[in-house]
Structure formats: C-alpha cells, structure tokens
C-alpha cells in the first residue's frame, strides 16, 4: 500500500488533513480487498482525535482487528489517550500522552495534539470564568503551578499573589470560534474549534 502521502503530511505537520486522507486511503483499500498489515493505525487514531472526532475515532477502533490492537502499543496509547477524553480526565490525557515513548513521527504528532488540546482548554476557561484558582487552572491545563500561571499570564490574565486567583481577560471572539461552555461543567459536548494546520497555532 502506498503511505507516501500520510508520510508526507507528517513531516511536512499537516495534521489536520491526515483524518480524511487515511479515511480516504482505508477505504479504497477495502474497496480492492488490499491488505492492511502495514496500516498506520496510531496515525489514523490520533488524527480523529487532533480534529476532535471521537465518533470517528471510537468507530476506527471497534472496526480494528483484536490482533492489530494487541501488536501496535501505539496505538493502544493512542485509545488510552481517546478514553481520557471521553470521561473529560484533563490531566489524565496530559499523562498518557506524555507517559508513553513514542515513535519519531508519532512524537511531533502527540505534541502537537497537546500544544492545540491545551489551547482549546484554555480558550474554554477564557470564556467560562472571568476569575479562576490557580489550581483549578493546573487542573485544566495539564501544568504545574510555575507553567499555568505564566501560560495565563502571557496571553492577558493577572494574577492575585495572595489569593492565587487570575483574573481573565477575555479576547475579541473571532467568527472561526464556536465554543461549548457546558462542557467544562460535564453537560455539554466536546468542544471544537476550527484549526487548519500546526503553523496556525502561533
């Protein structure tokens, strides 16, 4: 089967189209009755779970063989990190992600994924609180003490030393931004926000 075009997206950190591309991919491979032994399945997990498509991600999962689960420990991390989402276990999906010795493409990929998961989180908080702990922030952010509230600090929050409580400065909602603040609260669904490659995120 030829990758050529998944390989190349992920060394050239095109992360957001690899989901439809090894949709695409897949599927005509089925369609010919071609073999999948040397499959990318870790790359295809991940890339349903960077563009925040859990049904997509739950569905290659299940429609994986048991044998593929059982010889790819990528990809079993890769679905640690897809439950963490699912029960909303912040910290959880900072820990898997950054517990497990990943394979050289797949490492640039994973940091990716945190760099633009922790954003997403951010911009949550930005429009869900107008003060919050500290506390509550290393909770959400997947940081310690020291990392949170400089990263709140550098994008417009102030910090109270002796409470410990940043106030939020709350940005110009761009028109690409749909934000569900529910989510924070276990009530809503999980949150998108448009992201078209990893040089966008700056």
């Not at 999962?61 to 990528?74: G, M, N, R």
Request: proline letters at 2%; glycine letters at 4%; a negative charge.
């Amino acid at each position: 089967m030829d990758l050529s075009a998944v390989h190349a997206a992920l060394s050239s950190k095109y992360y957001s189209v690899l989901a439809s591309l090894c949709d695409d991919l897949l599927l005509q491979a089925a369609s010919r009755g071609a073999a999948t032994d040397d499959w990318p399945y870790a790359v295809h997990l991940l890339a349903h779970l960077f563009l925040n498509d859990l049904n997509s991600a739950r569905f290659l999962w299940k429609s994986t063989p048991q044998e593929t689960k059982d010889a790819l420990p990528e990809l079993a991390a890769v679905w640690r990190i897809g439950q963490c989402l699912w029960i909303r276990d912040y910290a959880g999906v900072y820990t898997t992600a950054q517990g497990f010795e990943w394979g050289p493409e797949m490492a640039d990929f994973v940091a990716a994924f945190l760099e633009i998961y922790r954003k997403r989180i951010f911009q949550l908080l930005t429009s869900a609180y107008s003060t919050i702990n500290v506390a509550d922030v290393v909770h959400f952010m997947g940081m310690n003490e020291e990392n949170a509230t400089n990263y709140a600090i550098q994008n417009g929050w102030s910090l109270d030393v002796t409470t410990k409580m940043l106030t939020v400065v709350k940005p110009k909602v761009k028109t690409n931004q749909k934000l569900d603040v529910a989510f924070l609260s276990g009530k809503g669904s999980y949150f998108n926000v448009e992201y078209t490659s990893a040089s966008d995120s700056d």
